[in-house]
């Protein structure tokens, strides 16, 4: 079907969507509560909520509980429900969640949540609140603990591979990231406890590799700094058990011989303690409340001892397990002789010693009536930004909808020139998420005809339209963004990322072929489309794609006249060039150019040329289309032995770019950069190039991170060759590859770049 265009109607999508859930176009953004299937309330006796018979505790807060059951799919769904009798509220079947920070619910992408990397927040206590999703990915971290609706303390992975405690908070479409200063330089492994009053206890791993221990600190996430250290002998990273009150932080640990235990420190008197447990496969719980610790197992009535005085107290509550909240109370799923199973809160009393409160009787929640949701787009799972060259050429998006009956049609626009891609998406196998996986492809009318093409980079509409199978009803619809780069190629003249390789025929047309950007290893290398981009260059003695000379985006092009006169196009980023700029005069003594490579490492193209005398010369890129070059610097003598010379990039891994010199015997040479714009003493590559017209440094043909190298001019089906380079200096090539370009026209071309 014809999707409506994209304008005016996008802009307002995209708005709404940004004023609903608050996180910046191209995240990943839960629809709202008010928008998810709700369950209708449980009845209550005696004023107590409903714990749901037949699940299991997965955390409580200050407002209400999480509780989980499983499906026939052996997925976990999960659900809020409120001690108040409110209604519960389904949460969907998450991979991983936490709780924590009042009444905040983390729903994470792993069944860990240490391995979080793309969490949304819920805050339970407004239950209609909008959702907030942040991309812990992109900062390379993962969570370690929840501090407010809008922020979570993570774990992030500087530049120097160093792991750092920082706080990240969403703030609209902006996510903002800072340090927690006072930690080892050295910490790993972070993990933490509930937040309570902007204090949170952090565990971590530090010392030397061969002697790492553990340790623990209070940390005051509003000033951003450590208040209190504490020495464990383990880091105790997937044991968790970190929690503290106004009297005591406690941890747990493990010791081969004594089994389970909780070690305590007194906050006043700095005076540390161990309460063992017993065996660790009795699975023990604990939760601290005060100064008492509550601690059992399935077979074991819970207790509290008092870590002040050693004081036991037995609760009456036989239990399996126990979830602490931030409010500093425990509470322990279980049954009680006097009023039977459910849930029941341990608190500490006005004298100081534990309260139990039975706070949900275990039941059957009503089933809730049955209705069809309107079809609606309630998730969508599109990146930001992205760079093909980084994800194997694999972009996923995705959409979940409120039903599995429709099929939904996506349509990406890139904004600046109108091209499309289009795609019609059909229900998943399971679940509500209609994905696909785009390899930046994008269908394009070419002189050749319709072909596929590397989508352009750029800025992209995202829109997706869901339709009912049945016809019924109005479409849903959304609009996002989503912005697309590619490594940068200096032989890309259409901004797509894939090289592009100038020719010009016996007439003086020059053409432009456009390869595709991702080639198999070792199969053959592929054309999309070649296009004319116009004649009178049969003046040029020589015509040469010399990179980024004139500062824009995209790579330009240099020619010499018949008189010597040097000239620039500046490459527009759409396959086309900019009226020529004169940039030079008394060229006409040079016999041999070759650019695009830089040469002395600072960020610039530059080129090389050789004149009559077998003299090298070295012009250094400046960046300013006016004078694209320096004056010139002699490199060496005796280069009169070459008939040829190609730029090829830095295909042997040293300083900077490389040359390789053709000799007319045939021999290739390589001349590795050294960085300062001249070259090591040359390596033979091998013999037999002489088969050939032209060498061009056709950039990365493959994404393999290595410049390649296009042989051209020889009969027969294969005009061409690639050779793919092996990042040696003494081998550099794989053996030659077909391609594609030039096929059965290896012959009509003379000028190749």
């Known amino acids: 079907m014809q999707l409506r265009s994209t304008g005016t109607r996008l802009a307002l999508a995209v708005t709404a969507v940004l004023a609903v859930t608050a996180v910046g176009a191209g995240t990943l953004a839960t629809a709202p509560a008010a928008f998810a299937a709700t369950a209708a309330p449980a009845e209550r006796t005696d004023g107590l909520a409903v714990f749901p018979?037949?699940?299991?505790?997965?955390?409580?807060?200050?407002?209400?509980?999480?509780?989980y059951s499983f499906a026939a799919d052996s997925t976990r769904n999960l659900l809020w429900t409120p001690y108040d009798g409110g209604t519960a509220i389904p949460l969907g079947a998450p991979e991983g969640w936490a709780s924590g920070a009042g009444d905040v619910v983390v729903l994470g992408d792993a069944s860990w949540s240490a391995e979080f990397r793309s969490i949304t927040l819920r805050d339970m206590a407004v239950p209609g609140a909008p959702s907030v999703a942040v991309d812990l990915g992109a900062l390379d971290a993962t969570f370690v603990a929840v501090l407010s609706p809008t922020s979570v303390l993570a774990q992030v992975t500087n530049e120097a591979g160093q792991a750092e405690l920082h706080v990240v908070t969403k703030s609209g479409a902006t996510t903002t990231s800072h340090r927690i200063s006072g930690l080892p330089a050295d910490a790993t492994d972070y993990f933490g406890s509930q937040a309570n009053d902007g204090t949170v206890l952090v565990g971590y791993e530090t010392g030397p590799e061969a002697n790492r221990t553990g340790g623990r600190a209070l940390v005051d996430v509003t000033a951003g700094t450590v208040t209190a250290t504490y020495a464990s002998p383990e880091s105790g990273f997937g044991y968790g058990g970190l929690e503290f009150s106004?009297?005591?932080?406690?941890?747990?640990?493990?010791?081969?011989?004594?089994?389970?235990?909780?070690?305590?420190?007194d906050r006043r008197t700095g005076t540390e303690k161990k309460t063992v447990l017993g065996r660790h496969t009795d699975a023990w719980y604990s939760s601290l409340v005060g100064e008492w610790l509550v601690y059992g197992n399935a077979d074991t009535p819970a207790k509290a001892v008092s870590l002040a005085t050693g004081e036991i107290r037995e609760l009456g509550v036989t239990s399996a397990g126990?979830?602490?909240?931030?409010?500093?109370?425990?509470?322990?799923?279980?049954?009680?002789?006097?009023?039977?199973?459910?849930?029941?809160?341990?608190?500490?009393?006005?004298?100081?010693?534990?309260?139990?409160?039975?706070?949900?009787?275990?039941?059957?929640?009503?089933?809730?009536?049955?209705?069809?949701?309107?079809?609606?787009?309630?998730?969508?799972?599109?990146?930001e930004a992205v760079n093909p060259d980084k994800t194997g050429g694999k972009i996923t998006l995705g959409w979940t909808l409120s039903r599995a009956d429709a099929y939904l049609d996506v349509t990406l626009t890139h904004i600046a020139t109108g091209k499309e891609f289009r795609k019609r998406l059909t229900a998943p196998e399971s679940g509500t998420e209609f994905s696909f996986t785009w390899d930046g492809v994008i269908e394009d009318a070419t002189p050749d005809g319709i072909r596929d093409v590397d989508a352009p980079n750029g800025k992209y509409a995202v829109e997706a339209e869901a339709t009912l199978l049945d016809g019924t009803g109005e479409p849903a619809y959304q609009g996002w963004f989503t912005h697309l780069t590619r490594t940068y190629n200096p032989h890309d003249f259409n901004d797509n990322g894939s090289t592009d390789v100038l020719h010009r025929d016996a007439a003086g047309v020059l053409w432009r072929t456009d390869m595709r950007d991702r080639t198999p290893a070792f199969g053959e290398v592929r054309t999309a489309s070649t296009a004319r981009i116009g004649g009178g260059w049969g003046i040029y003695k020589q015509i040469e794609a010399v990179g980024n000379a004139g500062g824009a985006a995209t790579g330009d092009v240099t020619a010499v006249d018949g008189s010597g006169v040097q000239w620039l196009y500046l490459g527009k980023?759409?396959?086309?060039?900019?009226?020529?700029?004169?940039?030079?005069?008394?060229?006409?003594?040079?016999?041999?150019?070759?650019?695009?490579?830089?040469?002395?490492?600072?960020?610039?193209?530059?080129?090389?040329?050789?004149?009559?005398a077998g003299v090298l010369w070295f012009y250094k890129g400046t960046g300013n289309y006016a004078k694209p070059y320096a004056a010139r610097v002699r490199v060496g003598g005796g280069w009169q032995v070459y008939n040829h010379l190609a730029a090829v990039g830095n295909i042997a891994g040293t300083a900077a770019g490389d040359l390789v010199a053709r000799d007319t015997t045939g021999v290739l040479w390589l001349y590795q950069g050294n960085g300062r714009g001249g070259f090591a003493p040359r390596v033979k590559v091998g013999g037999g190039w002489g088969v050939y017209s032209q060498l061009v440094g056709a950039d990365d043909l493959n994404n393999n991170g290595s410049p390649d190298l296009i042989a051209y001019g020889t009969s027969g089906e294969y005009g061409a060759y690639v050779y793919r380079t092996t990042g040696s200096a003494t081998a550099p090539f794989y053996g030659r590859q077909t391609t594609g370009l030039f096929r059965n026209d290896g012959l009509s071309y003379n000028n190749v770049g």
Not at 53 to 63: D, I, Q
Not at 578 to 590: C, D, I, L, N, S
Request: charged share 20%; glycine share 18%.
């Open 322 to 383: 126990v979830a602490g909240s931030t409010d500093g109370s425990a509470v322990l799923e279980g049954s009680r002789e006097a009023d039977g199973s459910g849930l029941f809160r341990v608190t500490a009393g006005a004298d100081g010693t534990p309260v139990v409160t039975r706070v949900a009787e275990t039941g059957e929640l009503p089933e809730p009536p049955v209705t069809v949701p309107p079809l609606a787009i309630e998730q969508v799972h599109v990146p």
């Open 246 to 265: 106004d009297s005591y932080v406690t941890w747990f640990g493990y010791e081969a011989g004594v089994g389970d235990s909780i070690t305590s420190v």
């Open 53 to 67: 018979e037949g699940s299991r505790l997965g955390g409580v807060a200050a407002s209400g509980f999480l509780s």
């Open 573 to 612: 980023g759409d396959g086309t060039f900019a009226p020529r700029v004169k940039v030079g005069t008394g060229w006409g003594v040079y016999n041999k150019i070759a650019g695009g490579s830089d040469l002395d490492g600072d960020g610039r193209a530059d080129l090389v040329a050789t004149d009559a």
